[in-house]
């Protein structure tokens, strides 16, 4: 079977994409395992599919690169709208996608016809630690002091549509977080695993930010991760609700809003290239 692709990228999150309006892919599980692959495969963060909902103009399906399924990307999603909007499946200023965290809503920024900077609507965070969920019995997990191969971290856990529990440290580039990010990921307090943003405050209204994602491991961004990032930073003190807070990643930048009520992310997305794989 031929299925035709799109490689996407949002600041430096890639996916491949598949069209499933008029082509049907199966077992994507897999799919996404063989083809993430960088040696072996078409290489990306996972595979995302982009199928027809009966409550939004799509639904996105995304898959990380060793098969489990994620309930939200936000860098995904982005790239999502733009293929809608380019494809000329949603051409409009605000498109509407499902995921299995729910409606979400962006507003597309387009030039020339095609959609460049889009915003998306992250929705409200969630604090309670048995909805993130988190194996601890407090109200909000703020700050909070928890072990981790031998270690004492403070920790701040919200949920964005995908658990994440953020560390504010200094010096960032020097964590091997090749070895600290399963320590992490598969700890006991996560039942569902985790992802972990290590977060170095610059100013009020600067972040930088390295991410470790459950069944990825290092990426270049994550977006939930970023507007996690950024809650957990306000929650903490470091920066202001309804202020643009601009988190710096390896892969690029992207741009935040915490009202108080719902996160709204802004960032670019770009196709990379077209093609078709033989499975």
């Not at 964005?160 to 992490?184: A, R, T, W, Y």
């Amino acid at each position: 079977m031929k299925l035709k692709f799109t490689k996407m990228q949002g600041c430096g999150n890639d996916y491949i994409y598949f069209d499933c309006f008029n082509q049907k892919v199966n077992d994507p599980e897999q799919l996404s395992i063989r083809l993430s692959d960088r040696r072996y495969g078409i290489g990306g963060d996972g595979v995302i599919l982009i199928c027809p909902s009966s409550v939004a103009d799509a639904q996105m399906r995304m898959f990380n690169k060793d098969g489990s399924e994620g309930k939200m990307c936000g860098n995904g999603i982005r790239c999502v709208g733009k293929y809608l909007y380019d494809n000329n499946i949603a051409k409009k200023n605000t498109i509407a996608v499902e995921t299995l965290s729910g409606v979400k809503i962006l507003k597309v920024f387009a030039k020339d016809g095609k959609a460049t900077i889009l915003t998306v609507n992250m929705g409200e965070p969630e604090f309670d630690p048995k909805k993130i969920p988190v194996n601890i019995n407090l109200n909000k997990v703020i700050n909070y002091k928890a072990n981790f191969g031998g270690k004492d971290y403070k920790i701040t856990c919200v949920s964005m549509g995908n658990p994440h529990c953020v560390v504010f440290c200094k010096d960032i580039n020097s964590l091997n977080l090749e070895k600290i990010g399963p320590q992490f990921e598969n700890s006991k307090l996560f039942p569902e695993k985790i992802n972990t943003e290590f977060v170095e405050i610059i100013n009020e209204k600067k972040l930088n930010m390295r991410v470790w994602e459950r069944g990825s491991g290092e990426t270049l961004a994550c977006g939930t991760g970023a507007s996690a990032a950024v809650v957990a930073a306000i929650l903490n003190g470091f920066c202001n609700k309804n202020e643009e807070i601009e988190v710096k990643l390896k892969g690029g930048i992207l741009r935040i809003v915490y009202t108080g009520d719902e996160v709204y992310m802004s960032g670019s997305a770009e196709k990379v290239y077209e093609g078709v794989v033989e499975v």
